[in-house]
């Protein structure tokens, strides 16, 4: 069983940064891959990035790549965020979302037991 909670969010301007953070509870976060949604007004969850459970990997959504970091501290349970270069249409709810440590980091929100309750971040122009 995993618990997590995120936060960091908030509101900003196009162009500045944000960091998220997730921690989560339990012993076994160090055996979990570790995925960030996002969650728009209107629109449906999207994959944003993912990191497996040694932070060797990382995968990401072409629409945030180079502009944001995902990186994870075993040794504090939190996975985090990093939001650079940000735009208005980053704006949503961002949710982190675990699973058990595979083969390769997956994508579909359908494939994470487990979620928080989200951070809201709006970018204004």
């Known amino acids: 069983q995993v618990q997590l909670v995120e936060s960091g969010g908030g509101l900003v301007q196009a162009g500045d940064s944000l960091r998220l953070s997730c921690a989560a509870s339990g012993r076994s976060f160090s055996t979990y891959d570790m995925g960030w949604f996002r969650q728009a007004p209107g629109k449906e969850r999207e994959f944003v990035a993912g990191i497996s459970w040694s932070g060797g990997t990382t995968r990401y959504a072409d629409s945030v790549k180079g502009r944001f970091t995902i990186s994870r501290d075993n040794a504090k349970n939190t996975v985090y965020l990093q939001l650079n270069s940000l735009k208005p249409e980053d704006t949503a709810v961002y949710y982190c979302?675990?699973?058990?440590?595979?083969?390769?980091?997956?994508?579909?929100?359908?494939?994470?037991?487990?979620w928080g309750q989200g951070t809201q971040v709006i970018v204004s122009s």
């Open positions: 979302a675990a699973r058990p440590g595979s083969i390769y980091i997956r994508s579909q929100g359908s494939e994470y037991g487990y």
